[in-house]
T-cell receptor
Framework: NAGVTQTPKFQVLKTGQSMTLQCAQDMNHEYMSWYRQDPGMGLRLIHYSVGAGITDQGEVPNGYNVSRSTTEDFPLRLLSAAPSQTSVYFC?????????????FGQGTRLTVV | GQQVMQIPQYQHVQEGEDFTTYCNSSTTLSNIQWYKQRPGGHPVFLIQLVKSGEVKKQKRLTFQFGEAKKNSSLHITATQTTDVGTYFCALNNAGNMLTFGGGTRLMVKP
């Protein structure tokens, strides 16, 4: 099992450009989510999904879109990149459960918007 | 939503010294998870606590959940250079959404 795979690992964008951060998991997990991590701060939830076809907003969703057409994939789209979106982005998946379970994180995508 | 606060933000220790990080909430928590993130790495799950007063140990790491379920702590005995990283507590909400504390960055001098 590869676990959670994120691509690309690094990306530089110009202000106004759009792009998609890819996330795929091969553990058949129901739940997937996207977080951003800024220096000196914990991770903040952007969007999440509890299953294929179901997505919802997290704490900081503005400027981002997601879709979940398959169990395996959960791409994050930046509509019009802004310098404030410079951050490290982590995708996570978990099998779910009433009491919560361990989240598995990808290696992260380091994004710089200039 | 619920928030969790972590202290301290940074901690420098000499190798062999003990280390403790604390996680606090103003409201009762249903559970608390702990993650470790090595420099340049991604968060890795350490443990989940769900019961009032729960204490769990993993080798030199001891995790506690307060009796009132409003605080938690992670204690490392006799730190090693391999313990370097940032330790996060996180509340696991419905849908497995995580609310993270700000983290405690541990630096160990050999």
């Amino acid at each position: 099992n590869a676990g959670v795979t994120q691509t690309p690992k690094f990306q530089v964008l110009k202000t106004g450009q759009s792009m998609t951060l890819q996330c795929a998991q091969d553990m058949n997990h129901e739940y997937m989510s996207w977080y951003r991590q800024d220096p000196g701060m914990g991770l903040r939830l952007i969007h999440y999904s509890v299953g294929a076809g179901i997505t919802d907003q997290g704490e900081v969703p503005n400027g981002y879109n997601v879709s979940r057409s398959t169990t395996e994939d959960f791409p994050l789209r930046l509509l019009s990149a802004a310098p404030s979106q410079t951050s490290v982005y982590f995708c996570a998946s978990s099998p779910g459960g009433i009491m919560g379970t361990e989240a598995f994180f990808g290696q992260g995508t380091r994004l710089t918007v200039v | 939503g619920q928030q969790v606060m972590q202290i301290p933000q940074y901690q420098h220790v000499q190798e062999g010294e003990d280390f403790t990080t604390y996680c606090n909430s103003s409201t009762t928590l249903s559970n608390i998870q702990w993650y470790k993130q090595r420099p340049g790495g991604h968060p890795v799950f350490l443990i989940q606590l769900v019961k009032s007063g729960e204490v769990k140990k993993q080798k030199r790491l001891t995790f506690q959940f307060g009796e009132a379920k409003k605080n938690s702590s992670l204690h490392i005995t006799a730190t090693q250079t391999t313990d370097v990283g940032t330790y996060f507590c996180a509340l696991n909400n419905a849908g497995n959404m995580l609310t993270f504390g700000g983290g405690t960055r541990l630096m160990v001098k050999p």
